[in-house]
């Protein structure tokens, strides 16, 4: 393992890039040496509490800095314009999801990426629950999956820390199925393996994003159903079930998860280092050194994602 600091590049300084900034700013093997985005505000803004760092409106000034990593955290259409030129000039990439919007930049992207040390920014790659419900189908504890329910719902489209993202709220780049359903497509997709669709529907009131997704899809001969909305009444939800024979999880709110073996839920006791956007970098400082992990999403794992999120575009 190389003991220099990664020097690292931005681009994007929305929620996630200005979170990748903090995070790799306070991680001993980072250096953040450049970024830019193109709102000049942001730029005076981030320039004045990180003096250090090279700030700029012109993205291709990071792509064309001595960095040895460039974290991407544009929006989705943007990404190949973005990933694929970082590639080529032996840069590492780590990107934020989904891979892209379309089938031709995603296929760009997987060529570009032959050989260098490439990630995708999915939450749950790392996340404790993740770790548990995949050794308790390892184990056996599961016994016959049955099925897998996704359920979605935001009284409010974007939520409220991105309400400054324009484009995620409209239908080009946007979209909750975009946006959040990716992350549990992910999530199928790592425990169960490779998704195919069956049927899906978008259901929207005016130009904006979808208001309402449905989907049924399978993974191998498992029927995995995803329902959502957009713009009702309730809570937000965020849940993903998994229904064994022996036992069923239920993953609510990215973290809380818990588990069934008769007729209720019964919270289970995770115990760990949960994972972050910190335990995801040093991650993928270990693939730069050679040693790649499964709790990494590749390129691969997300164009199989992005198949399957743009098919409910494809058919709406």
């Known amino acids: 393992m190389s003991t220099d600091p990664i020097r690292l590049g931005i681009v994007g300084l929305g929620a996630m890039g200005r979170r990748i900034l903090e995070v790799a700013h306070t991680h001993p093997r980072y250096a953040v040496t450049h970024a830019a985005d193109l709102d000049e ?30 974290y991407v955290a544009t929006p ?4 190949a314009g973005l990933v694929v030129p970082a590639l080529d000039g032996g840069k590492a990439v780590f990107c934020e999801k989904p891979l892209a919007v379309s089938a031709e930049d995603a296929e760009a992207m997987m060529a570009a990426s032959a050989g260098r040390p490439t990630a995708v920014n999915f939450a749950l790659s790392d996340r404790l ?15 016959d999956v049955l099925g897998v329910e996704i359920r979605l719902h935001f009284p409010v489209w974007p939520r409220r820390f991105q309400a400054d993202a324009a484009w995620v709220a409209g239908r080009a780049q946007g979209g909750f199925v975009r946006e ?53 009444a309730g809570p937000t939800t965020y849940e993903w079930i998994l229904r064994g024979s022996h036992q069923s999880f239920l993953l609510r709110d990215w973290r809380e998860l818990l ?10 006791e995770l115990a760990g280092e949960e994972g972050s956007e910190y335990s995801r970098l040093s991650l993928f400082a270990d693939l730069m050194d050679g040693k790649a992990s499964p709790e990494l999403a590749d390129f691969a794992a997300a164009r199989r994602v992005q198949r399957v999120v743009e098919s409910f575009h494809e058919q709406r």
Do not use: C, K, N
């Open 41 to 70: 505000a942001t730029v005076s803004r981030l320039q004045a509490e990180h003096p250090v760092v090279l700030f700029s409106t012109t993205p291709a000034d990071v792509l064309r800095a001595d960095v040895d990593a460039v």
């Open 76 to 79: 989705p259409a943007t990404h």
């Open 129 to 143: 629950a993740t770790r548990y419900v995949e050794q308790a189908l390892a184990d056996g504890r599961v016994g």
């Open 180 to 232: 959040v359903f990716s992350h549990f497509a992910y999530l199928t997709d790592r425990l169960l393996g490779p998704l195919s669709v069956v049927q899906t529907r978008l259901d929207h009131r005016d130009e904006a994003s979808e208001s309402t997704a449905y989907g049924l899809m399978l993974a191998g001969d498992i029927p995995v159903v995803l329902t959502g909305s957009a713009g009702a």
């Open 259 to 268: 588990v069934a073996e008769g007729d209720e839920w019964v919270p289970v």
